[in-house]
Each structure stands twice: as C-alpha cells, then as structure tokens.
Nanobody
C-alpha cells in the first residue's frame, strides 16, 4: 500500500524561505515521478513543480519558476520543495503526489495516483 506524507508547512513572513518534504512509501516501481500542487481556499488545485523519477528533469509552474526548486532526495520516494522569496499569494495547502513515468501530464492532477494529506503554508506578516 502506497502512502504519501508531506511535512514542513508553517507560517512564514513575506520574503522568507521554507522547505517542504514529501515521502512516498510502498512504491512498487522506481519509475514514479513526484510532483507538488497547491490549493488556496475556493480555488482549484494548481501545479507547482514536478521531478522525473530519475532526477534528471524538472518542471515548474509559471507562478513559482525562479523562486522554488524541487529536489529528489537520496532515499527512494523522497522529494523536497525549496521555496524562496515567498509571497502572500503562495499561501495554500501544498500537496505531494506520485505519477508514473514522465511527460506533459505531470503538470495536471489527472494522472497522479497517490496523494498526501497536504501541509499548510501561510505567508503573512
């Protein structure tokens, strides 16, 4: 059984930094890419970043490119999201998910087969 768990969300001042962690356990294959999405109150879940299963490719949403970095951890099924120069509009629940292989579909929720419960990130002074 696959389980996905996010951690690291908290209250941060604008301009600050934060690192989120995601661990997916029970994966039956090494070819699972992983992605981050976020959802603000009253809005749909939006793509943030994804990294290919072998770590040699990454994709970012337009709102975060240049400020956020997704990194594959050393342990299987582990990824981190480094978030810098945070803005109030980054406030949302951040979700981590797993998706098979790699392609344009990593930027949509449809092909993700496992999700975590989310971690709250609040950017406010």
């Amino acid at each position: 059984q696959v389980q996905v768990a996010e951690s690291g969300g908290r209250l941060v001042q604008p301009g600050g930094s934060l690192r989120l962690s995601c661990v997916a356990s029970g994966l039956d294959s090494t070819e699972y890419s992983m992605g981050w999405f976020r959802q603000a109150p009253g809005k749909e879940r939006r793509f943030v970043a994804a990294i290919k299963w072998n770590g040699d490719n990454a994709a970012y949403g337009g709102a975060v490119e240049g400020r956020f970095t997704i990194v594959k951890g050393g342990a299987r099924g582990t990824v981190y999201l480094q978030m810098d120069n945070l803005k109030p509009e980054d406030t949302a629940v951040y979700y981590c998910g797993t998706v098979r292989s790699w392609g344009p579909w990593v930027e949509t929720t449809d092909r993700y087969d496992h999700w975590g419960q989310g971690t709250q990130v609040t950017i406010s002074s």
